[in-house]
């Protein structure tokens, strides 16, 4: 312990530093292995039409469970996988298994199925030259329809520059959707959504934590509201965890949410359940497109 002490700060944060970045090899390592060992699955959340609560789309949410760690959160080996390039594989995976899955509910229940599959890509694979072709492979591969789909991607990932809005552009093209994911926490919000052709933002729930409080505190909830509005594009707001927030959320204009309040991400099979009741009860015939705010 005297040893420790006289260790000096700079030594220490060194070793500390060091420690991270064994972990962080040794997950990248493992996440390697984790993809071919069948340890990553998708889990699925619902996002839901207000003031209702009916569902109209989905949003594909990687797992991994870890042999020994048991389940390891997206927050932690996303960015892992981002540093040592792993993403590419995952995210091709993910797109593949969630285009699939939502194809077969599509055959299955037709109209009752949820309106599209939202997944997410991160910024290293839109920085991918081949990217909106690998879109286009797994489209045609599982037979899924361009419009059942939506990427999101993050404002961060658009402005890093290189090829990403050229690839937004490209998939635009396909027919796919593009939404803007965790809205107004980058940093460059509201530039890019002259030069970005988006169809959908997801307001950050950063922002709606605070649309039950003053309206300082309300003040950013309520103006994305409006400029989707104005823009035309499809508002949904995140992170959802109250009665109060949903009521204010309608209130101001919001049309889509998503959040534990209504539904955690769900395995496929609870999903495809209530995929069948609703198309025994012949629901669903009625569900749209949703309209831009
Ligand atoms: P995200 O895309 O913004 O997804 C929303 C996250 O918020 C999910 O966490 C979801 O479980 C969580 N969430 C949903 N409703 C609520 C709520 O009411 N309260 C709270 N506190 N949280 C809520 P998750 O699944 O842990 O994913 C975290 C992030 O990891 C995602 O944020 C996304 O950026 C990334 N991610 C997840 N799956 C993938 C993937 O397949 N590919 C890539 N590139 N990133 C992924
Ligand atoms: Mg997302
Ligand atoms: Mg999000
Ligand atoms: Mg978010």
Redesign the pocket.
Known sequence: AAKEQGKSRYVRYVEEMDARAVEHARLGAELRRALAAGQLF??Y?PVVALPDGELSSL?????WHHPERGMV???QF?PV??RNGM?VE??TW?LRE?CRQMADWRRRYGAAAPYRMA????AR?LREPEFAQAVADVLEETGLAPEDLLL?I?ETAVFDGGLALETVRAVRELGVGVAL??FGTGHSSLGLLRTCPVDAL?V??LFVDGVTGTVENSAIATSLAQIARALRLQAVA????TEAQAKRLYQLGYRLA????FA??LPAGDIGRRLAERAARGDGSDLFEPPAL
């Open positions: 998708l889990l959340q949003e594909a949410l990687v797992r959160s997206p927050a996303i996988a981002e993403i995952i995210g993910v969630a997944v997410n890509v991160s694979q999101e993050t994911d965790d997801k950050d729930k995140e992170g959802v965890e998503q959040g534990f309040h955690p991400p």
